[in-house]
T-cell receptor, first 112, second 113 residues
Framework: SQTIHQWPATLVQPVGSPLSLECTVEGTSNPNLYWYRQAAGRGLQLLFYSVGIGQISSEVPQNLSASRPQDRQFILSSKKLLLSDSGFYLC???????????FGAGTRLSVL | GQNIDQPTEMTATEGAIVQINCTYQTSGFNGLFWYQQHAGEAPTFLSYNVLDGLEEKGRFSSFLSRSKGYSYLLLKELQMKDSASYLCAVTPGSSGSARQLTFGSGTQLTVLP
């Protein structure tokens, strides 16, 4: 079975600072990978998804970008954080491009 | 566009049965999912329906009617630890190999002693 690693668990960053969140997956190959954001008390919003190395699709216009430099590594970045970027960021993996997505533990980001 | 509706909150008593409904309107359909999310934690997968009918897994069952755009999650013998948010999600038919999910806002279930 696969394991999804996300770090850090919590992060406090000042407005205007850069961001890099990393997600790595073990125990599977060629997964579909996803980044979601969940604002306090809200549902999950899909930010980016990737079906392979270097292939990134964005769901919403935003201050963030994503990259997939390796098969099982997915990175979420920002050059300058905004207050509105605060939230719970979740990485998900669908192993072997199966339908079911499994989530990492998430990173709680506070932008102050 | 995609639209998924589920009640915001529900309350039930320990040991009882509760049914959480979900209706969806999507461009095509490739499957419906239910996830459980405890406060401050990541969602965990509960069930997946792609064909009409009932899928049973222990105390949890999920039902799907594609013609009605309707699903429900049935929780039996409720326990205090079942207090959580339950998320309904759909893979639209237009998703292709990416299989991206569209989530509802979640139903916050509170189980009372």
């Amino acid at each position: 079975s696969q394991t999804i690693h996300q770090w850090p668990a919590t992060l406090v960053q000042p407005v205007g600072s850069p961001l890099s969140l990393e997600c790595t997956v073990e125990g599977t190959s060629n997964p579909n990978l996803y980044w979601y954001r969940q604002a306090a008390g809200r549902g999950l919003q899909l930010l980016f998804y990737s079906v392979g190395i270097g292939q990134i699709s964005s769901e919403v216009p935003q201050n963030l970008s994503a990259s997939r430099p390796q098969d099982r590594q997915f990175i979420l970045s920002s050059k300058k954080l905004l207050l509105s970027d605060s939230g719970f960021y979740l990485c998900a993996s669908a192993p072997d491009r199966a339908n079911i997505q499994y989530f990492g533990a998430g990173t709680r980001l506070s932008v102050l | 566009g995609q639209n998924i509706d589920q009640p915001t909150e529900m309350t039930a008593t320990e040991g009882a049965i509760v049914q959480i409904n979900c209706t969806y309107q999507t461009s095509g359909f490739n499957g419906l999912f239910w996830y459980q999310q405890h406060a401050g934690e990541a969602p965990t997968f509960l069930s997946y329906n792609v064909l009409d009918g009932l899928e049973e897994k222990g105390r949890f069952s999920s039902f799907l009617s594609r013609s009605k755009g309707y699903s429900y999650l049935l929780l039996k013998e409720l326990q205090m630890k079942d207090s959580a948010s339950y998320l309904c999600a759909v893979t639209p038919g237009s998703s292709g190999s990416a299989r991206q999910l569209t989530f509802g806002s979640g139903t916050q279930l509170t189980v009372l002693p």
